[in-house]
Structure formats: structure tokens, C-alpha cells
């Protein structure tokens, strides 16, 4: 093999693992969802402690915006390697003729 099918593979290998990668964020973000919002349910609904009703609520807060945020920065990160390996993949498919400038 010469050096631009080993990097052609490597390129299609990478991006068949960003595809993957971006399933399993998006099920794991499903899940993790249902189960904090279930879980904020159940301790809204549970009789109220005078001791833990504002520390409780804060917390669940607390937890939902660092999990949104998170799922955020997780998303833009899968995309923007995505977007990163195509434009890497169209390069070596010969998109860009010698003396061109890459469009990145």
C-alpha cells in the first residue's frame, strides 16, 4: 500500500468511528435524560423535608444543567470532527487539484 490509500483508510476508518461515536452519545444521552428527569420527578414528589427541600431542588438543578451542557459540548465536538474528516476525506479523494487552497 502507498502512503494515500494507508491515509485514505485511515480517513474512512476515523470516520466510520465518529459515525459510531455520535449513535452511542445520542442513546446514551436518551437514556441518561429519562433517567434524571424520572429521578427529579420522583423527588419532587416524595413528601417534603423541610431539612432538604431547597438543597434537594438545587442539586437536581444543578445536575440537569451540567448533563445539558455537557450533552452540548459532546454534540458540537462529534460534529465538528465529522465536518473535519470529510473535508480530510475529500482532500484525498483528489477534490482539490495541486496549486488549490483547501476550503476548511
Known amino acids: 500500500m502507498n502512503g494515500t490509500a494507508q491515509e485514505e483508510m485511515f480517513i474512512r476508518k476515523a ?3 465518529v459515525d459510531k461515536a455520535a449513535r452511542y452519545q445520542l442513546i446514551k444521552q436518551i437514556v441518561v435524560s429519562v433517567l434524571a428527569f424520572a429521578f427529579a420527578g420522583w ?13 434537594c431542588t438545587l442539586i437536581i438543578m444543578g445536575g440537569l444543567i451540567a448533563a445539558i451542557c455537557t450533552t452540548k459540548i459532546m454534540s458540537l465536538v462529534n ?15 483528489g477534490a482539490f487539484h495541486a496549486g488549490d487552497r483547501p476550503r476548511l
Open 15 to 17: 470516520l466510520a468511528k
Open 79 to 93: 460534529r465538528n470532527t465529522r465536518t473535519i474528516l470529510q473535508a480530510m476525506a475529500e482532500m484525498q479523494e
Open 43 to 55: 423527588l419532587a414528589g416524595r413528601s417534603p423535608s423541610s431539612e432538604l427541600k431547597i438543597e
